[in-house]
């Protein structure tokens, strides 16, 4: 039996959808807190892809909504919200291939504490909340972290959601530059900067991972996926860092 | 194509990256697709075909191969050898001549397109110039066409086919200039944009909608191709909560900044964002909006999403008709 778009919406926990574009839709989905959002959109995300339905044009996975782009002249709004409605709202058996695409994985991120780097903001860090640089790195190691959203610039995830004890709020001036590889906080979230850009976030570490490169692979950050930081020393750090270089002219 | 000279900035472009932004990679491409579509249209391209966006130029290359080319948008002076000829029309460049494109006054971006492929690598299935993500175009890293630019130019057809386009276009120019005059952006000054209320509309009040159609707002200089600032008396804006989740952006989604004036979302916009939207251009007008210059007005009037739709097949539909027709199809005249 064909559902209708109410009994559609309640089944992803949709709270209400918008027009976004002449060929966009954007949904917004219920939660009692950001985590339960987030687990919402990532169902619908991965359902629709999942189904690599033709007409779907873009879609783009955010905190607590995701937009649809459609093929403009295959459909309208009201035939994509039919289209929608009728999909399966389970996720087809794919070859195991696809499953690894479509499936949350987590990602294990090694990164130095660089507490000798003069970029970092640990020591600020420390004075501000009233902890040694030892709980800070225990602190942003403990938790398993979730992709909310992938943006500002390709392959910057924001992850949350950081411990209360951790949260600080943006720097009172941006950087002018944060290094490739910056691993930095602001407000409840976490993030690896995958390319030197300004910024305003407080720098714990540096990553030695290219996620430049990562962006655009097939274990490229998505929408629901985990993180977890693993703290390395500065020698580990420079040994990844050589090993990539090598791999890349190899 | 040998480069000689390239104006403020001339970039290659397409459509622009498809289905990446959920990695957060931008969409990129022409700014004016009305424009870019018409000139590869002209010279029998796909309309998606790479072609290169001359901002403001003086743009001048030797060709190194005969090709048909045309340009469009931007009003602009076009010389082949010193011989003038019209924008949006099939030119025939020959093996070793000079082209020469000036820039004269109305609108921003002239787009020239050529009967060639062109070899570059490939992102997203896009050959486009990112500028923001320094990837993308002619060498692959996202840098403009510069003085030494070289382009390694495949001719799609033969010099003998070039030809009978342009005999066909001559033949049939009064029955094909209404085709054109309905493909393109003309350029102007002023623009009237069209816009449909989405996103975050429900969060304005009816005063804050009659306020914004009913001002000329200013194109700023603070302007780029990720997004195009506006200046006029700004939107009251003590009643909207600023505190919003990044959400998914779409092409010339109009956002509303704290201080109360628009941003207008282009090519190279983030892909996320969180400030309040009050709604979004249909395609024409974000092609005009492409072709706005700082100083430039524009001003706004609210359409609804059945014109919209209307309006981007509808110019789709001219599209095709005119490739149709300048490949020698006569019979598609008389259906129009």
């Known amino acids: 039996m064909k559902s209708t778009l109410n009994q559609w919406m309640q089944a992803y926990e949709i709270s209400h959808f918008e027009v976004a574009s002449f060929n966009g839709l954007i949904f917004y989905f219920k939660g009692t807190d950001l985590n339960t959002k987030s687990t919402n959109v990532s169902r619908f995300y991965e359902t629709i892809q999942s189904h690599c339905a033709l007409w779907v044009t873009e879609l783009v996975p955010s905190y607590a909504s995701c937009l649809v782009e459609y093929d403009a002249f295959a459909s309208d709004h009201h035939q994509v919200l039919a289209k929608l409605t009728e999909m399966p709202n389970t996720i087809p058996d794919h070859s195991l291939n696809d499953r690894l695409v479509n499936q949350p994985s987590v990602h294990r991120i090694p990164v130095w504490y660089c507490v000798t780097q003069a970029q970092n903001d640990l020591g600020l860090v420390a004075t501000e909340k009233n902890l040694s640089v030892d709980e800070i790195i225990k602190l942003h190691t403990k938790k398993e972290y979730k992709v ?103 | 194509m040998n480069i000689t000279s390239t104006g403020f900035l001339a970039i290659l472009v397409d459509e622009g990256r498809k289905a990446v932004r959920h990695q957060g990679f931008t969409e990129a491409g022409a700014m004016d697709k009305h424009s870019f579509y018409l000139a590869n249209t002209l010279v029998g391209n796909s309309i998606s075909a790479p072609a290169i966006e001359i901002l403001i130029g003086r743009f001048e290359a030797i060709l190194t191969c005969d090709l048909l080319v045309s340009v469009t948008g931007a009003d602009c002076d076009i010389f082949v050898n010193d011989e003038r000829f019209a924008s949006n029309t099939p030119i025939f460049a020959a093996y070793g001549s000079k082209l020469l494109i000036v820039h004269k006054g109305k609108g921003a971006r002239s787009y020239l397109a050529f009967s060639a492929s062109i070899n570059t690598s490939q992102f997203a299935n896009s050959q486009t110039t990112c500028l923001s993500e320094n990837n993308g175009g002619l060498e692959g890293n996202g840098n403009a066409l510069s003085v030494s630019s070289k382009l390694d130019l495949r001719p799609k057809i033969k010099t003998s086919e070039i030809n009978r386009r342009i005999c066909v276009f001559n033949q049939h120019s009064k029955e094909i200039l209404p085709l054109i005059t309905s493909s393109q952006v003309h350029p102007k000054q002023h623009y009237s944009l069209e816009f449909i209320s989405a996103y975050q509309s429900s969060l304005f009040t009816h005063l804050d909608f009659v306020r914004f159609c009913n001002q000329v707002y200013t194109v700023s200089s603070d302007s780029n191709r990720m997004g195009v600032r506006l200046h006029a008396k700004p939107l009251n804006t003590r009643h909207i909560d600023f505190g919003l989740l990044s959400e998914g952006m779409t092409l010339g989604a109009i956002q509303i900044m704290p201080n109360g004036l628009p941003t207008i979302m282009m090519q190279e916009r983030q892909t996320i964002g969180g400030y309040p939207k009050i709604g ?46 300048l490949k020698g199809n006569e019979k598609c005249l008389k259906s129009t």
Request: net charge positive.
């Open chain 1, 148 to 250: 909310y959203a992938v943006g500002f610039q390709p392959g910057f995830a924001y992850l949350g959601e950081l411990a209360a004890e951790l949260s600080m709020p943006r720097l009172a001036k941006p950087r002018v530059k944060v290094p490739r590889g910056a691993v930095a906080i602001a407000d409840k979230q976490t993030a690896v900067y995958p390319n030197s850009s300004p910024g305003g976030w407080h720098i714990l570490g540096l990553c030695p991972l290219d996620l430049r490169q990562k962006a655009t692979a097939i274990n490229a950050f998505k929408v629901g996926d985990s993180v977890r930081f693993e703290a390395i020393d500065a020698a580990q750090y420079e040994a990844i860092l050589s090993s990539q270089n090598e791999s890349k002219i190899g």
């Open chain 2, 280 to 325: 979004c251009l249909t395609p024409r007008s974000i092609s005009k909006m492409g072709q706005c210059l700082p100083e430039n007005s524009v001003e706004f009037k609210q359409t609804d999403l059945y014109s919209a739709r209307q309006e981007f097949l509808m110019h789709n539909r001219a599209l095709k008709v005119l490739a149709s027709v």
